[in-house]
Protein backbone atom coordinates (compact mmCIF):
# COMPACT_ATOMS: atom_id res chain seq x y z
CA UNK A 1 0.00 0.00 0.00
CA UNK A 2 1.32 3.71 -1.02
CA UNK A 3 1.09 6.50 1.62
CA UNK A 4 1.54 10.17 0.55
CA UNK A 5 2.05 12.50 3.18
CA UNK A 6 1.77 16.36 2.16
CA UNK A 7 3.68 19.11 4.49
CA UNK A 8 4.55 22.87 4.16
CA UNK A 9 1.35 24.41 4.07
CA UNK A 10 0.17 27.36 6.15
CA UNK A 11 -0.77 30.69 6.29
CA UNK A 12 0.91 33.22 4.16
CA UNK A 13 0.56 36.85 2.88
CA UNK A 14 -0.29 37.65 -0.67
CA UNK A 15 3.44 38.15 -2.36
CA UNK A 16 4.86 35.49 -0.34
CA UNK A 17 6.24 31.81 -0.16
CA UNK A 18 5.75 28.58 0.61
CA UNK A 19 7.41 25.13 0.03
CA UNK A 20 5.30 21.63 -0.24
CA UNK A 21 6.82 18.45 0.16
CA UNK A 22 4.98 15.21 -0.40
CA UNK A 23 6.83 12.08 0.45
CA UNK A 24 5.79 8.60 -0.76
CA UNK A 25 6.08 5.48 1.57
CA UNK A 26 5.07 1.76 1.62
CA UNK A 27 5.44 -0.65 -1.17
CA UNK A 28 5.51 2.16 -3.72
CA UNK A 29 5.31 1.44 -7.16
CA UNK A 30 7.15 2.34 -10.65
CA UNK A 31 6.40 6.02 -10.80
CA UNK A 32 5.70 7.44 -14.05
CA UNK A 33 4.88 10.66 -12.94
CA UNK A 34 3.97 12.71 -9.38
CA UNK A 35 1.50 16.15 -9.29
CA UNK A 36 0.20 18.52 -7.45
CA UNK A 37 -4.05 19.63 -7.29
CA UNK A 38 -5.18 22.00 -5.33
CA UNK A 39 -9.17 22.16 -4.38
CA UNK A 40 -10.01 26.04 -3.51
CA UNK A 41 -13.58 25.78 -1.49
CA UNK A 42 -16.51 25.24 -3.49
CA UNK A 43 -14.39 24.17 -6.50
CA UNK A 44 -13.11 21.51 -8.08
CA UNK A 45 -10.00 20.02 -7.84
CA UNK A 46 -7.46 21.21 -10.11
CA UNK A 47 -4.10 20.27 -12.02
CA UNK A 48 -1.32 22.88 -10.46
CA UNK A 49 1.65 21.11 -11.88
CA UNK A 50 3.51 17.91 -12.84
CA UNK A 51 7.42 15.83 -13.18
CA UNK A 52 7.67 12.84 -14.69
CA UNK A 53 10.48 10.42 -14.26
CA UNK A 54 12.32 12.12 -16.49
CA UNK A 55 12.23 15.36 -15.34
CA UNK A 56 9.61 16.73 -17.65
CA UNK A 57 7.52 19.51 -16.12
CA UNK A 58 3.96 20.80 -17.14
CA UNK A 59 2.25 23.32 -15.82
CA UNK A 60 -0.96 24.98 -15.07
CA UNK A 61 -1.21 28.72 -16.90
CA UNK A 62 -2.18 29.94 -13.16
CA UNK A 63 1.29 28.55 -11.90
CA UNK A 64 3.31 29.28 -14.95
CA UNK A 65 6.59 31.94 -13.85
CA UNK A 66 5.85 31.47 -10.17
CA UNK A 67 5.68 27.87 -9.00
CA UNK A 68 8.42 25.25 -9.34
CA UNK A 69 7.90 21.26 -9.24
CA UNK A 70 11.03 19.32 -8.45
CA UNK A 71 11.36 15.48 -7.15
CA UNK A 72 13.59 13.51 -5.86
CA UNK A 73 13.64 10.34 -7.18
CA UNK A 74 15.47 8.36 -4.91
CA UNK A 75 13.64 9.27 -1.72
CA UNK A 76 10.27 9.36 -3.83
CA UNK A 77 9.84 12.96 -2.87
CA UNK A 78 8.20 15.98 -4.40
CA UNK A 79 8.14 19.82 -3.71
CA UNK A 80 6.02 22.48 -5.03
CA UNK A 81 8.05 26.17 -4.44
CA UNK A 82 5.52 28.77 -4.64
CA UNK A 83 5.80 32.05 -5.09
CA UNK A 84 4.47 35.50 -5.20
CA UNK A 85 1.30 33.66 -3.48
CA UNK A 86 -2.14 34.84 -4.08
CA UNK A 87 -5.43 34.96 -2.55
CA UNK A 88 -6.70 32.80 -5.36
CA UNK A 89 -4.01 30.38 -4.52
CA UNK A 90 -5.92 29.41 -1.59
CA UNK A 91 -6.88 25.92 -1.15
CA UNK A 92 -6.06 22.50 0.46
CA UNK A 93 -3.01 21.06 -1.91
CA UNK A 94 -2.89 17.38 -3.00
CA UNK A 95 -0.24 15.21 -4.57
CA UNK A 96 -1.06 12.29 -6.62
CA UNK A 97 1.35 9.83 -8.16
CA UNK A 98 0.65 7.79 -11.26
CA UNK A 99 2.14 4.51 -11.14
CA UNK A 100 3.63 2.94 -14.61
CA UNK A 101 0.69 0.06 -14.08
CA UNK A 102 -2.07 2.81 -14.59
CA UNK A 103 -2.93 3.59 -11.15
CA UNK A 104 -2.66 6.27 -8.73
CA UNK A 105 -2.22 7.46 -5.49
CA UNK A 106 -3.55 10.54 -4.00
CA UNK A 107 -2.25 11.90 -0.17
CA UNK A 108 -4.24 13.65 2.12
CA UNK A 109 -3.69 16.96 0.98
CA UNK A 110 -2.53 20.21 3.18
CA UNK A 111 -3.98 23.22 3.51
CA UNK A 112 -2.47 26.69 0.95
CA UNK A 113 -4.23 29.77 2.97
CA UNK A 114 -3.07 33.11 0.94
CA UNK A 115 -4.40 36.24 2.82
CA UNK A 116 -4.60 39.88 0.93
Known amino acids: QVQLVESGGGLVQAGGSLRLSCAASGSTPPIAAMGWYRQAPGKQREFVARITTRGTTDYADSAKGRFTISRDNARVTMYLQMNSLKPEDTGVYYC??????????WGQGTQVTVSS
Open 96 to 105: KIDTRNSRYY
